[in-house]
Nanobody, 128 residues
Framework: QVQLVESGGGLVQAGGSLRLSCAASGRRFSSYAMGWFRQAPGKEREFVAA????????YYADSVKGRFTISRDNAKNTVYLQMNSVKPDDTAVYYC?????????????????????WGQGTQVTVSS
């Protein structure tokens, strides 16, 4: 079992930057692949980015490629989402998710059904 707590959300102007953090408590953080998803009002939750256990492979939605970077620090039990050149369409609640893995693979990380654990979310609002 693992608990996830997101932080770092807030109001930012279009073109600006924001860094989200997801702090994990529990056993064997390095055995979990991690993902970020987001949900805007009236829309379905969508994939944003994911990272394998070791950080060796990352995956991004087309809408954020080149602007967002996912990373992790296993020594700190934390995963990050660096958001650069943000747009109003990035406005959403951002959720961190974890999936236990027996190996360092990236299978299924684009699908929210894959993940075992979820954080409470943090609001990101991008103004024009």
């Amino acid at each position: 079992q693992v608990q996830l707590v997101e932080s770092g959300g807030g109001l930012v102007q279009a073109g600006g930057s924001l860094r989200l953090s997801c702090a994990a408590s529990g056993r064997r953080f390095s055995s979990y692949a991690m993902g970020w998803f987001r949900q805007a009002p009236g829309k379905e939750r969508e994939f944003v980015a994911a990272i394998t256990r070791s950080g060796g492979n990352t995956y991004y939605a087309d809408s954020v490629k080149g602007r967002f970077t996912i990373s992790r620090d296993n020594a700190k039990n934390t995963v990050y989402l660096q958001m650069n050149s943000v747009k109003p369409d990035d406005t959403a609640v951002y959720y961190c998710a974890a999936d236990f893995r027996l190996s360092d693979n990236g299978y299924g990380l684009l699908q929210m059904e894959t993940y075992d654990y979820w954080g409470q979310g943090t609001q990101v609002t991008v103004s024009s």
